[in-house]
């Protein structure tokens, strides 16, 4: 099983679930984050550090955030590893809980 960042952190890319990944699963891409579903050691350590809730495990994600296994996969393999925290986007409250944000995720 993996961990899987969801629509919340669209537009919110908190990083504090980066720094206690002891795998260094994490990527980075314009306004959100991914987990390597192939380098994720299920380690359960990053799902309570996220403030916008946004990282589930894949057995457990919300209703309607499913295609976020995929998506995770796909952008993990394009964009680079992350692993240090930095600042969240000066909106990113503002964003933080807003619904259907899919489209507005930068590839």
């Known amino acids: 099983m993996t961990f899987v960042v969801t629509e919340n952190c669209i537009k919110c890319k908190y990083t504090d679930c980066v720094e206690v990944c002891p795998v260094d699963c994490f990527h980075e891409g314009p306004n959100f984050l991914t987990i390597d579903p192939e380098e994720c050691i299920d380690c359960t350590l990053c799902e309570p550090e996220c403030p916008a ?5 894949e057995d457990d994600l919300p209703e309607g955030q499913e295609h976020f296994i995929e998506l995770n996969a796909e952008l993990s393999l394009l964009w680079p590893v992350i692993t240090e925290t930095s600042t969240p986007p000066d909106d990113a409250v503002e964003w ?8 507005l995720l930068e590839r």
Do not use: R, S
């Open 96 to 103: 933080d809980g807003k619904p259907d944000k899919l489209p």
């Open 53 to 57: 809730e946004a990282i589930y495990p």
